[in-house]
């Protein structure tokens, strides 16, 4: 039998998909529902999950009555901690957000948390601050960056007066980012904090 390795990698649309297992490891997925989540046409997805579960990194899972076909990660793949360290590298898409989010509006501070230092179970990714964003444009980066890292990201936007305000009042939502571990991507208000 070949090394599983040599099926694992190949295309975007795998590497999308193994994210959305690696990350997300007590879910179960639908072949049209990972799709969806990766962004990537139903057809690949099944193909991929396909070749995932016979080399056993992904099972099925028992369904519910009428659910459809339903995929996990099997936790007792021999490669599963190996391929998260090397496929769940958050941080290093964090250094390039700000680019990412820059046509949204006037972006004045990017502060990351959550996933994106190595905490999976932060209550905040990704705070960003600034002026006359557009809502809609945000999401549509957001959720293309959460198709690559294969996470739903946890992310709050604010306009830079409210988040001084907030700031000055240790609000509970700047604490959840500020007090535990993060780094400041972008500090264009000068707030003073690392």
Known sequence: MADPLQKLFGSDARIKLLRL???????????????????????????????????????????RKGSGLRFSINGEFGYLNVLQNL????PERAKD??????????????VVSGVFVGDLDGRLDVLIVGDRIKDKRLRARMRK??????????????????????????????????????????????????
């Open 21 to 63: 297992f690696l990350f997300n490891p007590k879910q179960t997925y639908t072949v049209p529902d990972a799709a969806q989540r990766a962004r990537v046409p139903e057809r690949t997805a099944r193909k991929e999950l396909t070749v995932f579960s016979s080399i056993g990194l992904i099972r099925r899972s028992p369904t």
């Open 87 to 90: 496929l769940l590298n958050a």
């Open 97 to 110: 957000i700000y680019e990412r989010v820059r046509p949204s509006g006037v972006i004045k501070l990017i």
């Open 145 to 194: 960056l959460e198709s690559e890292i294969g996470r739903e990201l946890r992310y709050a936007m604010l306009p830079s007066d409210d988040f001084l305000y907030r700031l000055n009042m240790n609000d509970k939502l700047v604490r959840d980012i500020m007090d535990y571990p993060h780094k400041i991507m972008v500090d264009k208000l000068n707030i003073g904090l690392k």
